[in-house]
């Protein structure tokens, strides 16, 4: 069994957060968003072809919905990474030996996006013609401005990590959790992340597929691991 030690899961937590900060400042810059709005086109241009591009139709069925836009903008502000994060410190708290792995599995999947984020640098659907930027237009807050655009990278669209960690938190959910309800329901999590990312602009179809995929990836290879 892995050891409990606050110091070091804080640690590993600010270790990864640094080297995705890292990552970000490479390319945040002129050139980067350049690249990221190509990448977004090809991204759009290959849903179009695969006939997967639905998230414009969601979208307008769900606009004129204000309050409903408005609670899912603030779901995937801070619900997604906030439930990842709180079920792990509550497995932590209860010394579930489940944790280590689950939490070997956010971060293996964290810093596998990274080479994507670097090499792939994806614009949102939000800052395209064809989609409205939600947490913008309905909540009046512009992620891309300011001190909130600095603590995140707001070109790394592909692979969604808000799907990422949906997937490796239902998987602890339904492996850990000791409600019936909470197991039963935990399946469901990550397509409702979906519905979140796709509502407020914030990811494509096959950003979810390829987080998801990640996720996947991850619990594998945590487990592998040991």
Known sequence: MGRFSRRREVAIGLGVYAVYL???????????????????ER???????????????????????????????????TLNVGLTVGWLMRLFRRRDPEFHRLRRAAVLATLGAQPVFLLFP????????????TIADVSGVD????????????????PSIHITYAVV??????????????????????PAVAFVVFATANHY???????AALGLAGLRLARALG
């Open 205 to 211: 179809v096959l950003d979810a597929v390829a987080g």
């Open 43 to 77: 991204v759009v241009a290959l849903e179009r072809r695969l006939g997967v591009h639905v998230e414009p139709e969601l979208q307008a069925l769900l606009l004129p919905r204000r309050r409903l836009v408005a609670v899912l903008n603030v779901a995937y502000v």
């Open 169 to 190: 938190t239902a998987a602890g959910i339904s492996q850990t959790s000791r409600s019936p309800v909470a197991r039963a329901l935990a399946p469901a999590y990550p």
């Open 122 to 133: 994806t614009a949102p659907p939000r800052t395209l013609d064809h989609f409205v930027d």
């Open 143 to 158: 992620l891309d401005k300011g001190l909130i655009a600095r603590l995140y990278d707001p070109i790394a669209a592909m």
């Open 22 to 40: 890292t990552v970000r400042n490479l390319v945040v810059n002129e050139e980067g968003r350049r690249k990221a709005a190509r990448n977004a």
